[in-house]
T-cell receptor
Framework: NAGVMQNPRHLVRRRGQEARLRCSPM?????VYWYRQLPEEGLKFMVYLQKENIIDESGMPKERFSAEFPKEGPSILRIQQVVRGDSAAYFC??????????????FGPGTRLTVT | GQSLEQPSEVTAVEGAIVQINCTYQ??????LSWYQQHDGGAPTFLSYNALDGLEETGRFSSFLSRSDSYGYLLLQELQMKDSASYFCAVRDRDGANNLFFGTGTRLTVIP
């Protein structure tokens, strides 16, 4: 039973390029969350999605960031025109149903984005 | 908004017991969760308390006192592999499903 998969594990981009981060939730999980973690800090919520729907994007910066979870395929977090401040670890988490999401989430290994 | 306070660092000796505290201020309360994260790794769910009292899972226990807005994670028979960061977390806000995390406590276990 595979866990949450994320790729790539490490991503290096130059300022102004686009970054695409992928997440496949655990089998049977239809709720996907994206979090960002800066060094020595806790995780900050960005966006919550279900298949083909963005449920809550209150933590997502208004510009340059977008997320999707299509009917087929992984969830994608896209960052356009990256800046150095976007350098962070981006974690995806999934949950089997809404009720348990509020306390128990399963995290992927993260994508460490470095902007040079 | 939500607020969680944890000590930033704790050091303990292998084989000993350590307690990591978490105090919270929340708009609405739906329980306190604990996650472990090793350096470079993914956060891993450890425990959840919705009601007052102690929940035990092997060497790890978690306690909650809602009247004091306080909880703690207790690690017994410490092992070197327990060196990691430990985060308490609550539901972000009423109606939300995402988690709000504390800034974490870095536990170092020494021989």
């Amino acid at each position: 039973n595979a866990g949450v998969m994320q790729n790539p594990r490490h991503l290096v981009r130059r300022r102004g390029q686009e970054a695409r981060l992928r997440c496949s939730p655990m089998k049977g999980h239809s709720h996907v969350y994206w979090y960002r973690q800066l060094p020595e800090e806790g995780l900050k919520f960005m966006v919550y999605l279900q298949k083909e729907n963005i449920i809550d994007e209150s933590g997502m910066p208004k510009e340059r960031f977008s997320a999707e979870f299509p009917k087929e395929g992984p969830s994608i977090l896209r960052i356009q025109q990256v800046v150095r401040g976007d350098s962070a670890a981006y974690f995806c988490a999934s949950s089997p149903r809404q009720g348990r999401s509020s306390y128990e989430q399963y995290f992927g290994p993260g994508t460490r984005l470095t902007v040079t | 908004g939500q607020s969680l306070e944890q000590p930033s660092e704790v050091t303990a000796v292998e084989g000993a017991i350590v307690q990591i505290n978490c105090t919270y201020q929340t708009s609405g309360f739906y329980g306190l969760s604990w996650y472990q994260q090793h350096d470079g790794g993914a956060p891993t769910f450890l425990s959840y308390n919705a009601l007052d009292g102690l929940e035990e899972t092997g060497r790890f226990s978690s306690f909650l006192s809602r009247s004091d807005s306080y909880g703690y994670l207790l690690l017994q028979e410490l092992q070197m592999k327990d060196s990691a960061s430990y985060f308490c977390a609550v539901r972000d806000r009423d109606g939300a499903n995402n988690l709000f995390f504390g800034t974490g406590t870095r536990l170092t276990v020494i021989p």
